[in-house]
């Protein structure tokens, strides 16, 4: 099985608007973290936010934010206010808690339209 | 702080030939990973180094290798280049979070 699915290979937001990108993970681990990551045409992978499988409270960093639904063992990606520079390929990565091993899903497109 | 650095930034080779990538983590950061992205695709997993030794690798042929250095600092090597090795080499170091290098864009001729 896949450790992180990303389901949406592309997708296009209105300027201004917000997005949801969809990370669902599988693991049977109780300490285990949730990571997101932009990567611009550039190449460079940008870390973005980050939840701990323990946090309480959804993580947000500026206009993202990370929708925790632990039940759901989903870890979605909220972008607020989306700006062009916005449109990156994005990807959302696991990290397990017995060791460093990190997994990441296929990730998304993000296409902002002016 | 300065973040990790990888060189060179461009690498271009001709089939068979030996490439050799370099890597240097953030300071303070013992683990470092190599991943492989082929033009439109997603990261592969390579190589993972931690404390000089290697902790994992992914689903690659024995012709990569690499090594982590007493300073943390790590070199991917890829042996009898082939056209598909073309690819962004990307290298990360870890505390808990990756933290990822420009890349090393490799063209294979």
């Known amino acids: 099985a896949q450790k992180i699915t990303q389901t949406q290979p592309g997708m296009f937001v209105q300027e201004k608007e917000a997005v949801t990108l969809d990370c669902t993970y599988d693991?049977?681990?109780?300490?285990?973290?949730l990571f997101w990551y932009k990567q611009p045409s550039s190449g460079e992978m940008i870390f973005l936010i980050y939840q701990g499988s323990y946090d309480e409270q959804n993580a947000t960093e500026g206009r993202y934010s990370l929708n925790f639904q632990k039940a759901r063992k989903s870890a979605n990606l909220v972008i607020s206010a989306s700006q062009l520079g916005d449109s990156a390929m994005y990807f959302c990565a696991m990290r397990e808690g017995r060791g460093n091993q990190f997994y990441f899903g296929t990730g998304t497109s993000l296409t902002v339209i002016p | 702080e300065a973040g990790v650095t990888q060189s060179p930034t461009h690498l271009i080779k001709t089939r068979g030939q030996q490439a050799t990538l370099r890597c240097s983590p953030i300071s303070g950061h013992t683990s470092v990973y190599w991943y492989q992205q082929a033009l439109g695709l997603g990261l592969q997993f390579l190589l993972w180094y931690d404390e000089g030794e290697e902790r994992n690798r992914g689903n690659f042929p024995p012709r990569f290798s690499g090594r982590q250095f007493p300073n943390y600092s790590s070199e991917l090597n890829v042996n009898a280049l082939e056209l598909e090795d073309s690819a962004l080499y990307l290298c990360a170091s870890s505390q808990w979070a990756q933290y990822f290098g420009p890349g090393t864009r490799l063209l294979v001729l």
């Open positions: 693991t049977s681990d109780q300490s285990y973290g």
